[in-house]
């Protein structure tokens, strides 16, 4: 069970947006930066979003990321066949001592 | 660029210590803007955040509390590397683990290519 909690699944067609939650609380998302991964099978997770909505060099326009209370979503517009991978969130939380806690991930899937 | 490369035993025993390297290269150990992460990820447990070093004038580690009493994360200045040491390993602990920095702006950024460990004898 993980801390943060997304939908298992979303999808779309090509050039549709696709948007997907991030469950938390104020321990994590309420007091933290949200950042967003995409993991394509067999692959390391690569950063898509940091800091709630910024996004490093080389990610494309089309994924932003956004953040209200204790809720954050990533959303992939003008969707396309190479988005198809797995979508973590990802922050900080002040509890116990301060760690690191992921959403179980989002299946996302071009149709 | 920073690139994470990743040594260690594919393979450990129930009971026996499992021990991974990461090799660092485009940024260092000591750096006073980084943290450096072990991160495993499995089917049942999804992705799991272990701990992590980091230096600020000194050396300081975190650990996720479960592991707390089988966890070590040490800091390698002569090789510019990190390792994890994660002792009384039973079949739960097989997992994809990942070593990964935590950048200037806090994030977790970049990541090693991750190794299967699998616990069996």
């Known amino acids: 069970q993980s801390v943060l909690t997304q939908p298992p699944s979303a999808s779309g067609t090509p050039g549709q947006r696709v948007t997907i939650s991030c469950s938390g609380s104020?321990?994590?998302?309420?007091?933290?930066?949200v950042n967003w991964y995409q993991q394509l099978p067999g692959m390391a997770p690569k950063h898509l979003i940091y800091?709630?909505?910024q996004r490093p060099s080389g990610v494309p326009d089309r994924f932003s990321g956004s953040k209200s209370g204790t809720s954050a979503s990533l959303a992939i517009s003008g969707l396309q066949s190479e988005d198809e991978a797995d979508y973590y969130c990802?922050?900080?939380?002040?509890?116990?001592?301060?760690?690191?806690?992921f959403g179980g991930g989002t299946k996302v899937t071009v149709l | 660029q920073v690139q994470l490369q990743q040594s260690g035993p594919g393979l450990v025993k129930p009971s026996q210590t499992l021990s991974l390297t990461c090799a660092i290269s485009?940024?260092?150990?000591?750096?006073?803007?980084?943290?450096w992460n072990w991160i495993r990820q499995s089917p049942s447990r999804g992705l799991e955040w272990l701990g992590r070093?980091?230096?600020?004038?000194?050396?300081?580690?975190g650990y996720v509390v479960s592991l707390k009493s089988r966890i070590t994360i040490n800091p390698d200045t002569s090789k510019n590397q990190f390792s994890l040491q994660l002792k009384s390993v039973t079949p739960e602990d097989t997992a994809v683990y990942y070593c990964?920095?935590?950048?200037?702006?806090?994030?977790?950024?970049?990541w090693g290519r991750g190794t299967l460990v699998t616990v069996s004898s």
């Open positions: 070093t980091y230096y600020r004038s000194k050396w300081y580690n």
């Open positions: 485009g940024d260092s150990v000591s750096s006073n803007n980084a943290a």
């Open positions: 104020g321990s994590n998302i309420g007091r933290n930066a």
């Open positions: 990964a920095r935590s950048g200037a702006s806090g994030a977790i950024d970049f």
């Open positions: 990802a922050t900080w939380d002040d509890s116990l001592n301060g760690h690191w806690v």
């Open positions: 800091s709630n909505n």
